[in-house]
């Protein structure tokens, strides 16, 4: 059987404007360079206060004996000629020395919930290909429908050069 942390240890709540700087630099230990080297998604302080600002219902913080260890944050999708309303998590990540052990299990089970309340019928994630932690614990969440993405850039400083020779 899997280890979880004790019930009366950990807290599972809603964020509050105090809790921005721990989530910020929680994110910035999880979410570096290394975790995702495309710039399509990249951590920063407007990921947490846009979110904040706009869904505030939908950032959890997982607090284990007073210190933050954990989050989800998301917000919800309303697509034109679509008469449902998607729930997309954006972030969630989990303090390192402290994973597998049911803490993002919560933390997804209360954002599902919370957006559930707000009418959302199906939750969307994404995350990089190679991130196997992430897609396990996503399919063990109960995603599943994995669609294949394209990510693509245009170096144009290699174009300019070109430009220049030409
Ligand atoms: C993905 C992440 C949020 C999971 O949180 P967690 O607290 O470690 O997950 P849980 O302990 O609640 O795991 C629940 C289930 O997910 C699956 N899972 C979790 N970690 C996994 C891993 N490393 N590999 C495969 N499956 C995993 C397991 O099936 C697990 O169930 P079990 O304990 O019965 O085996 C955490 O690993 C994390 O913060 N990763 C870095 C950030 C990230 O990639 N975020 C996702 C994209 S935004």
Redesign the pocket.
């Known amino acids: 059987m899997?280890?979880?942390i004790p019930e009366e240890h950990l807290e599972i709540r809603e964020m509050s404007i105090d809790d921005l700087a721990a989530v910020f630099h929680l994110g910035e230990e999880?979410?570096t360079s290394e975790?995702s080297s495309s710039m399509y998604?990249t951590w920063d302080e407007y990921e947490i206060t846009t979110l904040f600002n706009s869904d505030s219902e939908l950032c959890i913080v997982a607090e284990l004996d007073g210190v933050i260890v954990?989050f989800?944050l998301g917000t919800t999708v309303e697509k034109q000629n679509s008469s449902w309303k998607y729930g997309y998590?954006?972030?969630?990540?989990?303090?390192?020395g402290?994973?597998?052990?049911?803490?993002?299990?919560?933390?997804?089970n209360e954002i599902k919930q919370r957006m559930v309340e707000q009418g959302v019928r199906m939750i969307i994630?994404?995350?990089?290909a190679d991130?196997?932690?992430?897609?396990?614990?996503?399919?063990?969440?109960g995603f599943d429908n994995i669609q294949k993405h394209v990510y693509m850039t245009l170096n144009l400083s290699r174009a300019r050069q070109k430009r220049k020779k030409g």
Not at 125 to 128: A, E, K, L, P, V
Not at 131 to 141: D, S, T, V, W
């Open positions: 899997s280890k979880h999880l979410f975790y998604r954990g989800a998590l954006v972030w969630i990540g989990i303090r390192s402290l994973q597998k052990l049911g803490v993002g299990h919560k933390l997804f994630i994404d995350t990089d991130n196997e932690a992430g897609i396990g614990f996503f399919k063990k969440q």
